[in-house]
Structure formats: C-alpha cells, structure tokens
C-alpha cells in the first residue's frame, strides 16, 4: 500500500509453499481488493479450507483468485511477486524432499518477465537462495526490506 498508493485492483503472487504465511495472504487479499495467483508444487497447496474461504471472498469482493502449479502462469501480469521459506520449523527433515519438489519456483528475473512492469518483490526474511535469487532480492523492484522494517512498527 505504501509503495503503490492503494492495493485495490492490484494483482499479489504467491510462488511457494502453501504455507501459514500465504494462509493469511489468502484470507485478506480480497477483502484488500487485490486479485490473487498462486503457484504451489503439487502436493504443497494451501489448506482446502483456506481455498474455500479465499474463493468465497473473492466472490463477495469481485476479486479474482487462481491456484496453478506453474510459477509462470501465476506470475502473468502480477504487480507483487511474493514468496517465503519452503522449509518451515519442524521441515527441516524433509528439505532434500522439499528442494527437489520445488525445483523451478525461484523466483528470478525470468519469472517478473511475465510480472506487470511495475512490478515488486516482498520476502518474509530470513530468506534462502533456492527461494528467489540475488538479481531480484537486492533489484530496486525488492520491498523486502521496507516490508520488514514496517513489521517493527506493527507490535
């Protein structure tokens, strides 16, 4: 909101785990306006629960919502690329498993090739290479750390 003067209308991506994190993108976004697309590798979606919820508010805000498994298809015409840890406390076991299943959901610059032009990149922190790499995490187009140093602010 700060960097785009409004969130109404703008489309927010999610490539990664179907996670806590995106749980809660899931269950505002529409409420906020914004169209939402997610690539999850199969296996790793968000909670039904959730995708009903999310579905539910975009019928009542007139938002659209997408699930895909391709990173680029969820990417097409996005204004915020967004992505967190693929492997949670309590996951640290599965990370071989983990890495392989998303091979090809780092979020590079030839993901935001499908992105609108105006588009930005939000990461939770910490963040890990194989998540996005370091030509999009240290771009002008990252907002990773704006966005955590407004979480200072939100307690």
Not at 1 to 22: A, F, P, R, S
Not at 41 to 50: C, M, R
Not at 56 to 77: F, I, N, R
Not at 81 to 87: A, F, K, N, R
Request: aromatic share 10%.
């Amino acid at each position: 909101q700060e960097h785009y003067g409004g969130l109404k209308g703008l489309t927010l991506t999610w490539i990664g785990d179907g996670n806590n994190v995106l749980h809660s993108i899931m269950t505002s976004a529409a409420k906020l306006g914004m169209h939402l697309r997610i690539a999850t590798p199969k296996g790793f979606e968000p909670d039904l629960t959730i995708r009903r919820i999310a579905e539910q508010h975009s019928k009542e805000y007139g938002t659209k919502v997408l699930l895909t498994t391709d990173p680029l298809e969820a990417a097409d015409g996005a204004n915020v690329l967004v992505t967190d840890t693929w492997i949670s406390m309590g996951q640290e076991g599965e990370k071989k498993e983990r890495l392989k299943a998303f091979e090809g959901y780092q979020v590079t610059m030839q993901t935001a090739k499908s992105a609108a032009s105006n588009w930005t990149f939000l990461h939770c922190l910490p963040r890990k290479p194989e998540e996005v790499d370091d030509e999009v995490f240290y771009s002008p187009q990252s907002l990773v750390f704006q966005e955590a140093e407004n979480r200072k602010w939100t307690f």
